[in-house]
């Protein structure tokens, strides 16, 4: 498995651990009342589990084991290294800026909070068209 494979599918982890520990936290939030903001943290938990857990899995697992290309002496037989790198460094930062940046705006909208959350959203999808640019290439017809 190639390193950076092994990092991707190692954040999918660390995202999964926080948003089942926010998961807990929110449940207990119904009982002692810890702070308002859990109460609007919901679709940033859900977020960090489909896209920083089940997408990120799903796209180090692809880039470590879709088919490779076919020239023998390629030194890059999966692609760009440094188009994954920004593949990860766009999708996390894209995560990590709307979950620290949503509870806030479902507070209390403000312009520069949607901004912000704009952001976030174009972080990730620059991420989702970086990884299909890489894998696309590799996608070969099924041989007869």
């Known amino acids: 498995m190639p ?10 982890f660390i995202h999964f651990l926080v948003a089942f520990l926010l998961g807990a936290l929110m449940m207990l939030d119904r009982w ?8 609007v943290v919901y679709m940033s938990q859900l977020h960090l589990l489909v896209v920083g857990w089940i997408t990120q899995l799903a796209v180090g697992v692809a880039y470590w084991i879709f088919p490779r290309f076919l020239k023998e002496q390629d030194p890059r037989p999966r692609g760009s290294d440094a188009l994954a790198w920004f593949v990860l460094a766009s999708l996390n930062a894209g995560l990590l800026l709307r979950f620290l940046i949503e509870p806030f705006y479902l507070m209390g909208p403000k312009p520069w909070l949607a901004a912000l959350m704009a952001l976030s959203g174009v972080l990730q999808a620059l991420a989702a068209l970086g990884f299909g640019w890489i894998i696309w290439g590799r996608i070969r017809a099924m041989e007869r």
């Not at 950076?4 to 954040?11: L, S, T």
């Not at 002692?32 to 109460?39: D, K, N, Q, S, V």
């Open 3 to 12: 390193p950076i494979a092994r990092i991707f599918v190692k954040a999918a």
């Open 32 to 39: 002692l009342a810890i702070g308002r903001w859990l109460r």
